[in-house]
């Protein structure tokens, strides 16, 4: 499927590595022209080079959006080029704590980091997308969201805030042209994911080796209809199909990317 894309400016934040890099390189083969955001500079550039490479078009931005003043800085660099169409939701950050260990100051800094920070860029390139009748948001949420693990819960508020913000979002946009909407991903075998499993395998009995590793962490965590972890690539394809013409008619929705893994029919 053509998605045409060609024509649009996507901005991908947190899209140096991981889930945010694999979003941006398929935006990109599909058309659009893509800035990469990163706090790094060579991690971005890199991204963005390979995007060139491959026969897209690519710059960067650089910034922390949990700052008042970065936020409006990357947002303004991201717009140099050209107005905005698309702006994909996706930088967010947390740390593996229990209850007690998740004080009130890290519950601030992650609602900051993985909820405020997108609002700042909804905030700073949503009225422009408005004026010009056609845009796309897209945020990355999560399955833990609606079905919260007993670990990190100031992580899995953040992901319930940030389902419930995207709704809200497209409610107001009611008649514009633009469109809020969520992917919520399972357990994705991004570098870090994989880098945890591999680390805690061990002590857990899953095995040694992660031919080992991999079938008992999924049985153990994410017990799902495909049993197994999803790749990058799957989450980029629903963000892509949000972001094209076909999904004009999508509002509000959740599409859940997790193998089965939410049990839930609604």
């Not at 901005?11 to 083969?29: R, W």
Request: charged fraction near 20%; glycine fraction near 10%.
């Amino acid at each position: 499927m053509n998605l045409n894309l060609t024509g649009k400016r996507a901005l991908v934040t947190g899209s140096s590595l991981g889930l945010g890099e694999a979003i941006a390189k398929l935006l990109a083969a599909e058309g659009a022209a893509l800035v990469v955001h990163g706090r790094d500079k060579e991690r971005a550039e890199k991204v963005a080079q390979e995007i060139r490479e491959a026969g897209g078009t690519a710059t960067t931005v650089l910034g922390d959006l949990a700052e008042d003043a970065a936020a409006a800085e990357v947002a303004q660099a991201a717009v140099a080029d050209g107005p905005v169409d698309i702006l994909v939701n996706n930088a967010g950050f947390y740390r593996h704590l229990s209850w007690a260990e998740a004080t009130p100051d890290e519950w601030r800094d992650t609602y900051n980091v993985n909820v405020v920070s997108g609002v700042r860029m909804i905030q700073h390139l949503v009225p422009a997308m408005r004026e010009r009748g056609w845009g796309r948001v897209v945020t990355i949420g999560g399955g833990l969201a609606s079905q919260p693990m007993n670990t990190h819960p100031q992580y899995n508020a953040t992901l319930a805030a940030r389902h419930n913000l995207a709704v809200s979002l497209a409610r107001d946009l009611k008649g514009t042209g633009v469109t809020s909407n969520v992917v919520s991903p399972g357990a994705i075998l991004v570098e870090a994911t994989k880098e945890l499993v591999t680390r805690i395998g061990p002590s857990r009995g899953w095995g040694e080796t992660w031919e080992e590793i991999q079938p008992n962490a999924v049985n153990a965590l994410i017990p799902n209809d495909q049993e197994r972890f999803g790749e990058p690539d799957e989450i980029a394809a629903a963000v892509a199909y949000l972001c094209s013409g076909y999904a004009q008619y999508v509002s509000g929705a959740t599409i859940r990317i997790d193998g089965g893994l939410i049990r839930s029919a609604f």
